[in-house]
């Protein structure tokens, strides 16, 4: 008897499962399938790069595709005018002024987001996604004295990634190899790395010591460890097999990038794909097939070259069929810089080409093109194309992605313009801190405040104006986007108000 019943108990138990796995294929079909999220984000490219934005002198007709294909947004800003913090922002939805260690971090900074924080790929992840980076990092690895021969951790592992295939720091940065999933690629164990930032390794070369070495001449700083005969900062002795390539680099990530989406296009599995390129930043390197395309030094040529990989990318995503079901965001994580520290012909071969397009300064500049840079939402089919002058930040992707998948991203500087980022609005932000070099200033509607601050006017080394003035500026955007008309003195009113909103936000 007591076993019959417990036969039939498990007959109805069976039964009902089955009927409740039924119920829940058929809520999943009635559901709409997750979007899988790409970010192509690429390394200094400025407002005028984008021949989208700023046409004639070099031709992107790639990132062309996505802008013109999509929502263009001609007031879309990185979170700052360096890349560490744009990239802590990005990933936190945090404004990176309020994180006092966010700033260019050199390669053996220790993790800059803490494990416990709340980020876009932790979101993400939570809901059912794959997520993955590949590219540049610069965010720190370990907690301080990393050992680059063991697992790498704490790193992009475990602050919501799931596959991460990073290059640490910059390119210009030792270490030169790269890491996946906290494991350093190809390394011997009979030629172990050490990495320092304070002193050499006895008698290995640097471009100092040994200039006879140096392929690539350094202009200001990279004057330390040589490798593939560019000048780096930082020192760096052993893991010679481990050693990237400069010049297939971009054939390198795009083939990882390429293998990622295939991969989980062919488990059906929804994806967030953080696609970092390391172009244009310094040492600019294209590979042999771009030498001298554009007829700008390598400066031009490596954008070429990144668009050419944002072509091959975007076919992949057709061929798996996931175009149609993918949001790609497009966007630089800072404004661009000619002579970043090398002599590569950037400032002399630049012709009429204009990296800022209508914009004062660049890269480290609290004016504008240090962080307004190309910003595009593309989605097949579903965003329409159109140009967007509403404010935007890369800081409100993470809520507006949220409320794409139905999730309070729980980040509180982050604002949720999902319908803006689709085309559909023009709702905005009323206000943003933007932020160069730790320094800060307010933009709000039109017009930008920016307070005295100490240092000089322009950067000599780099020759970009930084937005240092003894005194406040205040520029009307919507009559001055060059930033030549300082109305502090002739509008008190605006300028107090701006004062206050500003001081009110940063709680000083
Ligand atoms: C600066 C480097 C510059 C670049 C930058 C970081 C010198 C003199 N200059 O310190 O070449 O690497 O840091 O760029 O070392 S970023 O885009 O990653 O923020
Ligand atoms: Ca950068």
């Not at 500049?365 to 190309?374: Q, Y």
């Not at 002058?389 to 890369?394: I, S, Y």
């Not at 005194?471 to 919507?478: M, V």
Request: charged share 20%; proline share 6%.
């Amino acid at each position: 008897m007591k076993i019959t019943q417990t036969f039939s108990l498990a007959g109805l138990l069976s039964g009902l499962l089955f009927f409740s796995c039924q119920e829940a294929n058929n809520k999943e079909e009635t559901q709409e399938v997750k979007p899988n999220i790409v970010f192509i984000y690429l390394d200094d490219l400025g407002y005028g790069d984008v021949s989208a934005y700023e046409a004639g002198t070099l031709e992107t007709p790639n990132m062309d595709r996505l802008v013109d294909g999509g929502v263009k947004f001609t007031n879309g800003y990185a979170s700052s005018a360096t890349c560490s913090p744009s990239r802590y922002a990005i990933l936190t939805g945090t404004y990176p002024w309020r994180n006092e260690n966010a700033k260019i971090l050199p390669g053996t900074a220790p993790l800059l987001i803490d494990t416990a924080q709340y980020t876009l790929p932790k979101m993400l992840r939570e809901q059912g996604y794959a997520t993955g980076i590949v590219g540049k990092w610069h965010l720190g690895l370990g907690s301080g004295n990393v050992d680059w021969n063991e697992e790498i951790n704490p790193g992009p592992n475990q602050v919501g990634f799931d596959y991460s295939y990073i290059l640490a720091a910059t390119q210009d940065r030792v270490p030169t190899v790269y890491i996946e999933d906290g494991r350093v690629v190809n390394l011997d164990p009979n030629d172990p790395i050490e990495v320092s930032y304070d002193e050499n390794f006895p008698g290995e070369p640097t471009a100092i010591d040994n200039p006879e070495l140096v392929e690539m001449k350094w202009h200001h700083g990279h004057n330390n460890s040589i490798v593939n005969g560019v000048p780096r900062i930082g020192f760096m002795k052993g893991g010679e097999a481990a050693k990237w390539s400069d010049v297939d680099m971009a054939d390198h990530f795009l083939e990882k990038a390429q293998s990622y989406v295939r991969e989980k296009a062919a488990a059906d599995q929804p994806f967030f794909l953080y696609y970092a390129l390391q172009q244009p930043h310094v040492p600019r390197t294209p590979h042999p097939r771009f030498e001298g395309k554009s007829g700008m030094g390598p400066r031009g040529d490596v954008i070429l070259e990144a668009d050419w990989v944002i072509g091959e990318f975007l076919k992949t995503l057709e061929e798996e069929g996931v175009l149609e079901n993918t949001l790609i965001v497009f966007s630089s994580d800072n404004g661009p810089v000619l002579n970043d520290g090398y002599y590569d012909e950037a400032v002399e071969k630049l012709g009429d080409h204009t990296p800022a397009g209508p914009l004062r300064g660049g890269k480290y500049s609290l004016f504008e093109a240090g962080t307004r840079v190309p910003f595009a939402t593309y989605w097949k089919g579903k965003i329409q194309p159109g140009v967007s002058d509403a404010l935007v930040t890369q800081i409100d992707l993470m809520a507006s992605i949220g409320a794409l998948i139905g999730v309070e991203s729980e980040a509180p500087d982050s604002q949720n313009l999902l319908a803006t980022f689709m085309g559909e609005s023009q709702e905005e932000r009323s206000e943003f801190v933007l932020e160069a070099t730790t320094k800060t200033a307010l933009r709000q509607g039109d017009w930008v405040m920016i307070p005295p601050y100490p240092g000089p006017a322009v950067q000599n080394q780099v020759n970009i104006e930084l937005g240092n003035a003894e005194g406040y500026q205040l520029y009307d955007l919507s009559e001055d986007i060059g930033q030549q008309n300082n109305l502090a003195e002739s509008n008190p009113e605006k300028l107090q108000e701006m004062i206050q909103l500003f001081e009110q936000i940063r709680g000083t």
